[in-house]
Structures are given as C-alpha cells and as structure tokens.
C-alpha cells in the first residue's frame, strides 16, 4: 500500500475518530451540568446533596478533558507560544512543527501505554471511589481512549507538517 494512502486512511481515522469522542465530551459535559444542577438544587432546597457527586464530577471531567484534546489538536487550538517562530523561515516553522507532533505524540503514546495497565491493576483490586462507591477502572480506560485518539490526530498533524513541509 502506498504511503499516501496511509497517510490518508490515518487522516480520515483521525478527524473521524475525534470528532466521535469529541461529541461523547459534548454528552458528558451536558450531563455534568445535569448533576451540578441537581446537586446545588438539592442541597440548597432541600438540604439533600447527591452523594459522590463531586467524585463523579472528578471522573467525568476527566473523560471530557481527555476526550477533548484530539479535536482540539486537529484544530490546531492548543496554546503556543508563536512570538519568535513567527519570525522564522516557513521551512523552519514546519521543522519545529514536525518535532513538537513527534514529541507530544511520544509524550501521549507513553502515557496512554502506562495508563491501560494501571487501569488493569484497577480492575483487578476492584478500586471504587471512596463515596461513591463506582468503579475507577472504566473512567481510566475512557481517559487512554482519548489519549489513544489524541495521538491518532498528533500523527495526522505530523504527517501534514512533514508533507506540507517537503512541498516547500
């Protein structure tokens, strides 16, 4: 298979992919204004919060934080610093683009390898939350699902750098 073809199957499974869990991140953060407003109502009406719900709040943010980062990065809407690239050669912009992708995504790919036995582990011992009582494992493997897709969209960022930059 060519490696153009690669790079567009790797570019489609990227946007698609993100734009999937970018829209679970949408879900839950719906959901998350659900159960603070539930829970203030509650409280304050009726003096009955929700129990665990600021554990369940710790989770969910999670998965939306996690689930967020590969949209963001296909966008390119993380926040640089561009005050002195700016000033450089194209050529030198696309050189410094190309190692900040394959740094972060060696970054992302390390993490999301050391997350999935964690999160074994987890199952294993059967770690709940300490109020709640629900499962940790699932909200951590959610966690290595979006980084897993976050490192999909920093390898389509790599390869649109590279080849933007070889075009130059």
């Known amino acids: 298979m060519p490696v153009n073809k690669v790079v567009h199957i790797i570019g489609i499974a990227a946007r698609v992919s993100a734009r999937i869990v970018n829209s679970i991140a ?7 204004m659900l159960l603070t407003c539930s829970d203030v109502i509650l409280r304050y009406l009726f003096n009955k919060p929700i129990m665990g719900s600021f554990e369940l709040t710790e989770f969910i943010m999670a998965i939306i934080v996690s689930f967020s980062l590969a949209n963001c990065a296909l966008q390119k809407g993380h926040v640089r610093v561009d005050l002195v690239v700016l000033m450089l050669p194209k050529r030198v912009q696309g050189i410094m ?7 972060f995504l060696g970054l ?7 997350i ?6 987890m199952i294993e011992v059967n770690q709940v939350g300490l109020i709640s009582r ?5 909200f ?13 969209a920093l ?11 070889s075009n130059r």
Do not use: H
């Open 26 to 32: 949408a879900a839950f953060l719906f959901i998350l």
């Open 97 to 103: 683009n190309s190692i900040a992708n394959v740094a």
């Open 108 to 114: 992302f790919a390390l993490i999301t390898w050391r």
């Open 116 to 121: 999935v036995p964690r999160a074994m582990q």
């Open 134 to 138: 629900i499962p940790v494992a699932p």
């Open 140 to 152: 951590v493997l959610l966690v290595a699902l979006g980084t897993a897709v976050l490192c999909l």
């Open 155 to 165: 390898l389509k960022n790599f390869f649109d750098e590279f080849y933007k930059d």
